[in-house]
């Protein structure tokens, strides 16, 4: 086994330009929210082609941030899907809010946009729908059914934690709905260590005078003044405007971030060529149901998982398969097990039998590895060991 090749599924592409970035930050004697977040914000906003970006500690801090501002509260009521990681959910859930699950389409990764309709009550406030693997979902289709239920007050929170860099009818992810929000994770294509950021355009919105200025007080303790401005000699006063979170990003995270801004378009260029060889390899294969990158008018993927599906397949057959490539050094993932699964969820009153097409999706699913510093030799070695084990399991 000491021999066995070792691939891990998604480490993070840091190279000495962000450690030198880092250090400079670190010598520079401020560490926390500055100078450095702020250009941060201005280049992320301008990257995704929106008006504004706030760049925070994660992507659920972000999520949790507009469900606070806009005072979304227990006996309000927000629908999504229960194929997503429980962070989508678990903001709801702690602001009181049994989320309302909306099953994905038949043999589809994302929200199924006919029954969205039927779920909209006079609670609803928000809708949250999820950018799966890398791909954009129907942004215009949702709008559609808010404006055939004349609820076009409901506000969409795309959870994009997947899509940063996707293109969706041509343009960057980022400014299509109310807000979007993105994960920086480790395991993203895009890191800042840990991290996230909320990217709009209307400054506005809702009647706000300044939702920017809106987003940053709360973002640290409601504080009307921020660290760096609250340092500043002789200016110590602030006032504290409401019961705010702690979800600011530091100058540490934001100078990783903004190095790999400039290196982002090749980084996503190579994940893409990782793809190619992956769906070269698999197509061939009769059990493959390989995934969707781009669909119509510009729409294209952040090429973040590769998530295979494997024809009768079943969970554990599935798990056996995860399991054989693990013994070939070879890290596989699954995206994701539905919410409903959970034992959270099943306290709630979920039941996964109500989801059918979510269970669907996961039982048979695998995500390979994708990442910027992924060998292309390997892939091609992960693919057809894939290839191998998925004949041999459907033998046993």
């Known amino acids: 086994?000491?021999?066995?090749?070792?691939?891990?599924?998604?480490?993070?592409?840091?190279?000495?330009?962000?450690?030198?970035?880092?250090?400079?930050?670190?010598r520079s004697g401020w560490i926390t929210s500055g100078?450095?977040?702020?250009?941060?914000?201005?280049?992320?906003?301008?990257?995704?082609?929106?008006?504004k970006a706030v760049a925070l500690n994660s992507a659920t801090a972000a999520m949790e941030l507009i469900l606070k501002v806009f005072d979304i509260k227990e006996g309000d009521?927000?629908?999504?899907?229960?194929?997503?990681?429980?962070?989508?959910?678990?903001?709801?859930?702690?602001?009181?809010?049994?989320?309302?699950?909306?099953?994905?389409?038949?043999?589809?990764f994302f929200i199924d946009y006919d029954k969205i309709g039927d779920l909209i009550t006079e609670k609803t406030k928000v809708i949250m729908p999820v950018?799966?693997?890398?791909?954009?979902?129907?942004?215009?289709?949702?709008k559609e059914v808010l404006k055939e239920k004349n609820r076009e007050d409901i506000i969409i929170i795309v959870d994009s934690a997947h899509a940063f860099g996707a293109k969706y009818k041509g343009e960057r992810v980022?400014?299509?709905?109310?807000?979007?929000?993105?994960?920086?994770?480790?395991?993203?294509n895009f890191t800042t260590?840990?991290?996230?950021?909320?990217?709009?355009?209307?400054?506005?919105?809702?009647?706000?005078?300044?939702?920017?200025?809106?987003?940053?007080?709360?973002?640290?303790?409601?504080?009307?003044?921020?660290?760096?401005s609250k340092?500043?000699?002789?200016?110590?006063?602030?006032?504290?405007?409401?019961?705010?979170?702690?979800?600011?990003?530091?100058?540490?995270?934001?100078?990783?971030?903004?190095?790999?801004?400039?290196?982002?378009?090749?980084?996503?260029?190579?994940?893409?060529?990782?793809?190619?060889?992956?769906?070269?390899?698999?197509?061939?294969?009769?059990?493959s149901i390989i995934p969707v990158t781009e669909y119509g008018e510009g729409t294209e993927s952040s090429y973040h998982l590769y998530p295979l599906r494997i024809k009768g397949f079943n969970e554990e057959k599935r798990n056996l398969l995860i399991q054989r490539l693990?013994?070939?050094g070879i890290a596989t993932n699954v995206h994701f097990k539905p919410l409903p699964m959970f034992t959270l969820y099943k306290n709630l009153g979920y039941k996964i039998e109500d989801y059918p097409n979510a269970y669907a999706q996961y039982e048979n699913e695998i995500s390979l590895p994708v990442y910027s510093t992924l060998e292309l030799s390997d892939v091609e070695y992960i693919a057809v060991e894939l290839v191998k084990e998925v004949k041999n399991i459907m033998n046993i």
């Not at 990681?85 to 702690?94: D, G, I, K």
Request: negative net charge.
């Open 1 to 26: 086994m000491d021999n066995v090749k070792k691939i891990p599924f998604s480490p993070p592409d840091i190279t000495e330009a962000e450690i030198n970035a880092v250090v400079e930050v670190l």
């Open 35 to 51: 100078p450095t977040l702020a250009k941060f914000e201005e280049e992320l906003a301008q990257y995704c082609e929106a008006n």
């Open 77 to 108: 009521e927000i629908i999504t899907t229960p194929y997503t990681y429980t962070a989508t959910a678990s903001v709801a859930v702690h602001r009181g809010i049994k989320p309302i699950f909306c099953d994905v389409a038949k043999d589809s």
């Open 131 to 142: 950018d799966f693997a890398g791909i954009p979902c129907d942004y215009d289709r949702i």
């Open 174 to 188: 980022g400014a299509q709905c109310d807000f979007h929000t993105f994960s920086f994770h480790a395991v993203k």
């Open 193 to 228: 260590a840990e991290g996230g950021a909320i990217t709009y355009n209307d400054n506005n919105f809702k009647g706000r005078e300044n939702l920017f200025q809106d987003f940053k007080f709360t973002s640290l303790h409601g504080q009307s003044k921020d660290a760096l």
């Open 231 to 287: 340092m500043k000699a002789g200016a110590w006063d602030y006032d504290i405007v409401t019961d705010g979170f702690k979800f600011n990003m530091t100058d540490i995270n934001a100078a990783i971030g903004r190095v790999q801004l400039t290196r982002y378009e090749d980084m996503l260029k190579y994940r893409k060529e990782i793809f190619n060889i992956y769906t070269r390899i698999l197509e061939k294969e009769d059990f």
């Open 326 to 328: 693990a013994e070939k």
